[in-house]
């Protein structure tokens, strides 16, 4: 199962422990609105991208189960690795763009099983990431400086 980096952290620590994914009408899809491929009891890699090798594997604690997305509790927020259901809102909108509160999505409940190969080298590449988007966000505001050449920078 593919998660973002930053959400894998939180798996390996064992403060993620409920996904949402977004119903799919492809019948091809993990996700198909007519019936989610996973299943409980199911033990499943958790890969930090797409073709990347599992870092853990955790395993379904329930049946996969379709809720609206506006229905996330504060405790699902929880169990999704944020503070509260207001920070799970903001990082979904981030995300996907918006936060649809009628859409479908799977929800799935999973513990963790190991760590496989999570080490350095992840929190490494999470690391990494979190500067370059540090650097990408400097870079558009010197962008968005050099365009407005009457205005004055201030770093303080």
């Given at each position: 199962m593919i998660f973002r980096r930053e959400l894998v952290e939180k798996i390996c620590q064992a403060h993620k422990t409920q996904t949402r994914r977004l119903t799919s009408?492809?019948?091809?899809?993990?996700?198909?609105?007519?019936?989610?491929?996973?299943?409980?009891?199911?033990?499943?890699?958790?890969?930090?991208?797409?073709?990347?090798?599992?870092?853990?594997?955790?395993?379904?604690?329930?049946?996969?189960?379709?809720?609206?997305?506006?229905?996330?509790?504060?405790?699902d927020a929880r169990a999704e690795g944020f503070v509260g259901r207001d920070d799970f809102i903001r990082y979904w909108r981030e995300m996907h763009g918006s936060f649809p509160e009628a859409v479908e999505v799977w929800v799935l409940e999973f513990a963790l099983v190991d760590r496989v190969g999570y080490d350095q080298e992840i929190e490494d590449t999470?690391?990494?990431?979190?500067?370059?988007?540090?650097?990408?966000?400097?870079?558009?505001l010197d962008a968005k400086l050099r365009e407005r050449p009457h205005e004055t920078r201030y770093d303080g």
């Open positions: 009408m492809n019948p091809n899809s993990p996700w198909y609105a007519g019936g989610c491929r996973y299943k409980a009891g199911g033990i499943y890699a958790v890969q930090p991208g797409r073709s990347e090798h599992g870092v853990a594997r955790i395993k379904l604690t329930a049946e996969p189960r379709l809720e609206l997305l506006g229905v996330i509790s504060e405790a999470i690391a990494a990431a979190e500067i370059q988007q540090d650097i990408s966000e400097q870079d558009a």
